[in-house]
């Protein structure tokens, strides 16, 4: 049973920098993508960050240059460090594994709050 767990939820104010983990078990990890997304209150769970199996990056335009996405397979952990925070990007964020042909799975989800 595959099981994602993230961490490092908090409030944070404007500016501000965070990381986020999410551990993976279950799984070959390195053969997957991941993914993380998030979601506000009453809004569609959207793309934040992606990186493959080999290490392309792909970012939404709202946090490129700001939030870096990274894997470290030997822990089975992806990472997203997010710098200069903005209050609108406040939501619960969600780690998402998947890979062509194999069962998807999301993590729990992480509060993230930007706010003064």
């Known amino acids: 049973q595959v099981q994602l767990v993230e961490s490092g939820g908090v409030l944070v104010q404007p500016g501000g920098s965070l990381r986020l983990s999410c551990a993976a078990s279950?799984?070959?990890?390195?053969?997957?993508?991941m993914d993380w997304y998030r979601q506000d209150p009453e809004k569609q769970r959207d793309l934040v960050a992606r990186?493959?199996?080999?290490?392309?990056?792909d970012y939404a335009d709202s946090v490129k240059g700001r939030f870096t996405i990274s894997r470290d397979n030997a822990k089975s952990t992806v990472y997203l460090q997010m710098n200069t925070l903005k209050p609108e990007d406040t939501a619960v964020y969600y780690c998402?594994?998947?890979?062509?042909?194999?069962?998807?799975?999301w993590g729990q989800g992480t509060q993230v709050t930007v706010s003064s």
């Open positions: 998402y594994i998947h890979r062509l042909n194999h069962v998807s799975y």
């Open positions: 279950g799984t070959a990890f390195s053969l997957y993508a």
């Open positions: 990186i493959s199996s080999d290490g392309t990056t």
